[in-house]
Nanobody, 122 residues
Framework: HLVESGGGSVQAGGSLNLSCAIT????????MAWFRHALGREREGVAS???????VYGDSVKGRFTISQDNKENTLVLLMDSLGPGDTAMYYC??????????????????WGQGTPVTVSS
C-alpha cells in the first residue's frame, strides 16, 4: 500500500513536503514516483527515483522539487519549494516493480496511493 500525506494549502512562493508511507513491500526493488493531476489536465509525471537513487524530474518542477527516499522509515518524500498556482493538483505516489524507472508516464506504474491535495493561492 501507498499512503500519501503532507498536502495542504499554501501561498505562492511557499513550500510543502509530501510523504508516501510504503507498506507491504520495500522500495529497494521498485521504481518510485510522484504524479499530479490537476482539474482539466492529464495526469503529469512530477519526479521519479530508481533503486540506485537516480532521479528524473518533470520540466515544470526542475530546480524546485526534490524527490528522495527515507531508508529508515520506508517512505518516499517530495520536497516542494517556490510553489505557484500552477502546482495546484492532487499529488499521487506510485510504484512500478523493477530497478529502472524508464519513462515517467502513469501507464507504466502499477501501484498507486489515494492522493493528497495541494492548493497554491496567488
Amino acid at each position: 500500500h501507498l499512503v500519501e500525506s503532507g498536502g495542504g494549502s499554501v501561498q505562492a512562493g511557499g513550500s510543502l513536503n509530501l510523504s508516501c508511507a510504503i507498506t507491504g513491500f520495500t522500495y529497494t526493488s521498485y521504481c518510485m514516483a510522484w504524479f499530479r493531476h490537476a482539474l482539466g489536465r492529464e495526469r503529469e509525471g512530477v519526479a521519479s527515483i530508481d533503486t540506485d537513487g537516480r532521479t528524473v524530474y518533470g520540466d515544470s518542477v526542475k530546480g524546485r522539487f526534490t524527490i528522495s527516499q527515507d531508508n529508515k522509515e520506508n517512505t518516499l518524500v517530495l520536497l516542494m519549494d517556490s510553489l505557484g498556482p500552477g502546482d495546484t493538483a492532487m499529488y499521487y505516489c506510485a510504484a512500478r516493480e523493477g530497478a529502472l524507472c524508464g519513462v515517467l508516464s502513469p501507464k507504466f506504474f502499477d501501484l498507486w496511493g489515494q492522493g493528497t491535495p495541494v492548493t497554491v493561492s496567488s
